[in-house]
């Protein structure tokens, strides 16, 4: 038990660290960026003193370093800052965005899953046959899909052509359906192989033989011993990618002009308003190192034989 | 090799490309930036093969032309992916102690940013042309290549006539360009090929965003994002870009598939 407290108190530590540097790395950049931020919050007819005026009002004429502690600070307050372009508060507009993105990568997630799981166990029992060829090349052919192209597609179809699903934006439950499908079909070639490899191995290993000796039905030993078994890596990796679709849905988002995080930051990191997307990238950078750190615990869990280094 | 009939058939795809790369003017019928307004936006027929943008531009031209925007901006992303994950790989595996502890911190870190976001991000800094959405994507993808030299050269730094070499006074850069580099060139290729597919995926993804070649330069990714507004009156704007990406990455990862089938026995039966 000590050993998991000590992994865990490092592997926060090194968290914290993760943090930072992606924060520092981010707030460079934009400060990188031609232009200047200040040029997007007032006309070219302002006076030259109204100018600075409302730049000590919103600490731009400090130094980029002290406005970077500035926020820093802020942040440990719980002030995540108000949106330069927006003049709204940037945690209300990240908690009105975060549940539609949260809704989306939920329900993609959740399709890639229940798909890609049972066909990646079917390939494997019938590895070099038929099924198996079938399915191996057809999820190359997803995996080689651009998304955008994926739904304007899906937009063709079932928008436009057959009018059944609405085209873009949210209106209700029937909204998310395109998008979800969108998100999720080039990305479930790699859950159905990550399922497949580890079937593969796991049907080589001896308990799965002795399983078969004691006379269990070939279902009962697939899904209770070779399923359980082949899960584990399939289980961290959904914990690895929670993180990564949030901000991979920037594409899909934009597609569909779905109201979710992906859009607020496209549209912040190109009018350069810092504060939207510093405070965005760090709710995104947290949960991936909480999400990692999960993954590793439940992969010691789930396997006793993985040792917590 | 040929036996394996993904390779054959994801080579015959390439070859295609690559012939469309080379011949673009004597395949296209019109050039990719010429306007006939009577013809605008119309379908697929013998004078236009895949029909007309809004400015009566012919798609199918278009297309082909822009397959090398797409396939030389991926390359371009895939060679710099190339040269700075090797050197970070080679320096974290060869030197090893506190430097590697440092190269894969910021490896993993990088890691935590959403790879097209940070990209994104770049691009603006650096301006939208499409040598920095090449730069871009290439930061943000240099992970795979740093990970598989580090433990390729960590294996092969303590081989004896390596260590016969430092006793003679050969210096570190030396041993690593004379002996060590020849031993990851085979590695090297095969993670070149694997990485390409998805610099075309996310180059044109950054096309479709808006950024990269400056227009009116047919950019697959741009193509498509411009007919969304007219995909009820002309679909096929939309969908002659997107074929093309799909032709072009699944012919790589075809390829890919059959190379890498060759070199690990293990899925081969």
């Known amino acids: ?309 | 090799m040929l036996k394996n009939p993904m390779f054959l058939i994801g080579s015959i795809m390439f070859l295609v490309v690559i012939l469309a790369v080379i011949f673009a003017p004597l395949i296209a019928p019109h050039g990719y930036t010429e306007q006939h307004y009577d013809d605008a936006l119309t379908g697929p027929c013998s004078e236009y093969p895949w029909g007309t943008d809004q400015y009566g531009r012919c798609i199918f031209c278009r297309v082909i032309y822009g397959s090398r925007i797409a396939l030389s901006v991926g390359l371009v992303a895939v060679i710099i992916e190339t040269v700075i994950g090797v050197t970070l790989g080679v320096i974290s595996g060869y030197y090893g102690k506190k430097i590697d502890k440092f190269i894969q911190f910021v490896t993993d870190a990088t890691w935590a940013i959403p790879p097209i976001i940070l990209a994104l991000a770049i691009v603006l800094m650096l301006g939208s042309s499409a040598m920095n959405v090449a730069i871009g994507v290439a930061v943000v993808s240099w992970a795979q290549f740093t990970k598989i030299t580090r433990t390729k050269v960590m294996a092969i730094k303590n081989l004896p006539y390596i260590e016969a070499a430092k006793i003679y006074g050969e210096s570190d850069l030396s041993i690593i360009l004379r002996y060590i580099l020849p031993n990851l060139v085979s590695t090297i290729i095969v993670l070149a090929t694997l990485a390409m597919p998805s610099a075309i995926l996310s180059t044109t993804s950054m096309g479709f965003l808006g950024l990269g070649a400056q227009q009116p330069m047919p950019d697959w990714g741009w193509i498509l994002q411009d007919g969304i507004q007219y995909i009820r009156k002309a679909p096929w704007i939309s969908m002659a870009p997107g074929l093309a990406i799909v032709w072009t990455v699944l012919g790589f990862n075809l390829v890919g598939e059959g190379v890498k089938e060759l070199l690990d026995p293990r899925v081969r039966v």
């Open chain 1, 1 to 309: 038990m000590n050993d998991i407290m000590r992994f865990i108190a490092k592997r926060l530590a090194i968290g914290v660290l993760v943090v930072l540097f992606v924060t520092i790395l981010v707030f460079a950049i934009m400060q990188m960026m031609p232009g200047d931020t200040i040029d997007l919050m007032v006309d070219t007819r302002v006076s030259a003193e109204k100018v600075a005026e409302i730049k000590a009002q919103w600490g731009l004429d400090k130094h980029p370093v002290v406005q970077y502690f500035y926020w820093l600070k802020n942040i440990l307050q719980g002030d995540f800052g108000t949106s330069i372009s927006l003049k709204q508060g940037v945690k209300e507009l990240i908690l009105q965005r975060l549940p539609y993105t949260l809704m989306l990568t939920g329900a993609s997630l959740l399709i890639e899953y229940l798909i890609a799981i049972p066909l990646g166990l079917w390939a494997a029992v019938k590895k070099n046959k038929l099924p198996d060829k079938v399915l191996t090349v057809s999820t190359i052919v997803l995996w080689s899909m651009p998304p955008f192209w994926l739904g304007v597609l899906f937009m063709m179809v079932f928008s436009i052509w057959l009018g059944i699903l609405p085209l873009s934006g949210w209106s209700g439950i029937k909204s998310l359906i395109l998008p979800a499908f969108t998100l999720a079909l080039p990305t479930l070639a790699q859950i159905f192989r990550l399922t497949r490899s580890e079937v593969l191995d796991v049907l080589d290993e001896k308990f799965v033989t002795t399983a078969h000796a004691k006379g269990l039905k070939n279902k009962v030993v697939l899904v209770k011993h070779v399923l359980r078994n082949a899960m584990i890596p399939v289980t961290v990796m959904f914990f690895l990618s929670l993180p990564w679709l949030i901000g991979g849905s920037v594409v899909v988002e934009n597609v569909f002009a779905w109201p979710g995080m992906g859009q607020l930051l496209f549209k912040a990191i190109s009018k350069q308003d810092f504060v939207i997307v510093q405070g965005v990238v760090l709710v995104i950078t947290v949960l991936t190192v909480i999400c990692n750190l999960i993954g590793d615990i439940v992969a010691g869990v789930l396997d006793p034989r993985i040792r917590l280094e």
